[in-house]
């Protein structure tokens, strides 16, 4: 069975992955399994906290928009996502990829196939910001005057 590490980072991949990037992925696996809505996608707000320094007392950073769904598989098996945004074919997807990931018989085609590239994709993403901000980096430094 999967360790709970796994499943965060695939739920993280497919949470973060864009919408497009994800259905086109999916839809190259040409899968189509049976599944009903437990929970319907739904949006709703989430209070975002935060803390100065990362220690001091906390305040409401604000809200955010969340789509969560839920999708039980016909063979059994249930699957959960939480998405920002208001992208109820997201959440859905979402749902549905994590039971099928929780299944014994397609979770290594959905673990090579779709979260590893969507993955090194992000990966990619990532390090293009990166090098765009240290492109852009300024190092401040101050010189003593001695006497």
């Known amino acids: 069975m999967q360790t709970l590490q796994q499943r965060k980072r695939w739920m993280s991949v497919l949470a973060h992955s864009p919408p497009a990037q ?12 049976s599944y009903h809505c ?4 739904e949006i709703g707000l989430a209070r975002l906290q935060g803390r100065m320094g990362a220690t001091g007392r906390r305040f409401v950073l604000g809200d955010m928009t969340v789509t969560r769904a839920v999708v039980q598989l016909e063979k059994g098996g249930q699957g959960y996502s939480y998405i920002s945004g208001r992208d109820k074919d997201h959440a859905e997807l979402c749902a549905l990829i994590d039971a099928l990931l929780q299944q014994p018989s397609s979770h290594e085609l959905l673990l090579q196939r779709l979260i590893e590239p969507l993955a090194a994709l992000q990966q990619e993403q990532r390090r293009l910001r990166a090098s765009s ?11 003593v005057r001695g006497d």
């Open 38 to 41: 437990l929970r319907a996608p």
């Open 22 to 33: 994800l259905r086109e992925h999916w839809q190259a696996l040409n899968l189509r399994p």
């Open 133 to 143: 901000v240290a492109a852009s980096r300024v190092d401040f430094f101050t010189l």
